[in-house]
């Protein structure tokens, strides 16, 4: 009975001092960290843009980004799809700072490939900073690489996943950061809506998600960039996107020439 109780008692503590953690404490892709509750929903995800919106994808143009044939990001029936490699990134000519973006995409089905090598993609901000996608439908992995992540740093608040094969969602809302030099002067925040549901709420973003380094690190020092969506080579199919789109929240967009 004792002992009951006191692995009862070492068990609360436990999950008392995991819950306790702030993000900034947590192990990238630490197995321990909780996983997000699903939340079901079942609304429209589509927004048609709005008249000031610029247009990356629409579904036929791909005239708005860097694309060089042999990493294979091709059209087909209206959908943007990725090339099938790893490490293949899809680039805007134009380079934004505050931003407010929509992004529809679709895992592919039927799923394969386990953990991360399942319909892993992303959008990067100022392709620095990635907003996870994968598929994790009856797929176990870290909550820092679950869909609507900071990768690596954040997970979403709530887990807002579809099922591979079903159109889903992105809005976000980035404010950029800002440098005096090498100096932070502010840190980059992120806002994501998953399928409309809220999964990061002003987050700060605390560096590059690229770098395998703990602490995280703003390595790149920019205040404008591109978005890049991310080619992940993952052998059970390519993600598909649709309805891509962007409202510069400070004034009009650079292009970087
Ligand atoms: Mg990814």
Same mark, same amino acid.
């Given at each position: ?7 009862? @008692? %070492? ?10 953690? /702030? ?10 960290? #909780? ?26 143009? +791909? ?10 990001? /091709?059209?087909?029936?209206?959908? @943007? ?21 929509? +992004? ?16 892993? *993609? ?46 889903? *969602? ?5 404010? %950029?950061?800002?440098?005096?030099? &090498? ?5 980059? /925040? ?7 549901? +809220? ?8 560096? &590059? ?6 602490? #995280?690190?703003?390595? /790149?020092?920019?205040?404008?960039? #591109?978005?890049? @969506?991310? &080619? ?22 650079? &292009?970087?020439?």
């Amino acid at each position: 009975m004792y002992i009951a109780t006191a692995v009862m @008692l %070492a068990a609360l503590v436990a999950a008392q001092s995991a819950s306790a953690k /702030t993000a900034s404490e947590w192990k990238r892709n630490d197995p321990d960290r #909780p996983i997000p509750h699903q939340v079901e929903d079942a609304r429209p995800i589509t927004i048609p843009p709005p008249s000031d919106a610029i247009i990356l994808f629409d579904g036929a143009d +791909l005239s708005a980004f860097r694309l060089d044939p042999q990493y294979g990001w /091709t059209v087909s029936d209206g959908n @943007l799809i990725a090339g099938g490699q790893i490490r293949n990134y899809l680039e805007t000519r134009q380079h934004f700072g505050n931003l407010q973006i929509h +992004l529809e995409f679709m895992t592919p089905y039927p799923p394969l490939g386990e953990g991360q090598k399942r319909g892993n *993609s992303g959008v990067f901000l100022l392709g620095a900073y990635e907003i996870q996608i994968m598929d994790p439908a009856e797929n176990p992995t870290f909550a820092d690489g679950l869909p609507g992540s900071i990768y690596g740093q954040t997970p979403p608040s709530v887990l807002a996943a579809r099922k591979p094969g079903e159109w889903q *969602s992105y809005d976000i809302v980035f404010h %950029a950061p800002d440098f005096d030099g &090498d100096e932070l002067v502010s840190p980059p /925040t992120v806002t994501v809506l998953h399928n409309g549901v +809220l999964v990061q709420d002003h987050t700060i973003v605390r560096g &590059d998600t690229i770098p395998r380094v703990q602490p #995280p690190e703003y390595r /790149t020092r920019i205040e404008r960039g #591109p978005l890049v @969506l991310q &080619d992940h080579g993952d052998a059970g199919g390519r993600v598909r996107f649709r309805n891509f789109w962007v409202r510069p929240l400070d004034g009009p967009a650079a &292009d970087d020439g």
